[in-house]
């Protein structure tokens, strides 16, 4: 079920927009995950952020399939699979089995690219593509049309609670631009970094959902966090 619960939001080159807030479970307390879940959803999430890693494309390890489904129950809010995996081909179909709602690789650990991405819709599942920092956007040039998503990273990935990359607010603007001007249909993301502090210039930079893990669960309180930066947005 997705929710269309995005605060408005002010966007320098064009109408104002909604903006989704996707909590990254990376950084919840998972002795009591079942209440984290709870607590963001209750604040007004719009999505579930999942980062999968698999100590090669990333050096970090994280979960598999099976948290996912398992956690799949308790809640209602869509699940956004991030896979920092290499090899993603191989793995799709069990993440798309476990419940995610869409799914999105990385153009570094897709060999081709545009095969994956038709594999991943065939799934029922929505398809997305990521950027590390130091990929430009003119990758996109062919695969664009054919995406549901593009995240933009805006740290290396790995770890949550690093520091947002400055740079990548020009980057965001310009793929904002760059999927208004070709008129695809495809959802802006961005992910790392951003917290309290920023999270209202990387809004303006126009996507359409940000991610935010050590933003939230790094907090005091997460909920009165999340109500803070929708009231933020919303100014
Ligand atoms: C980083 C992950 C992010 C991470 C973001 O590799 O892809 O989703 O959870 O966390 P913060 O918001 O703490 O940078
Ligand atoms: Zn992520």
Redesign the pocket.
Known sequence: MVRESGVSMPHKNGPRRKVKIAP?L??ADFSRIAEQIALVEGAGADLL?L?V?DGRF?PNITWGPKIIRDIRPLTQLPFDT?L?IVEPERYVADFAAAGSDSITVHWEAATHAHLLIQQIKKLGVRAGLSLNPATPLNVLDEILPYLDLLLI?S?D??????SYIPSSTQKLAAARELIDRRGCNVQLEV????HLDNVVEVARAGPDTI?????LF?TAKPALTLERIRALCEA
């Open positions: 990254s990376l950084s952020h980062d890693m990333v991030h920092m990273m740290v990935p790995g770890f949550g609670g690093q992910d790392g970094g951003v991610v935010m893990g050590a933003g790094g």
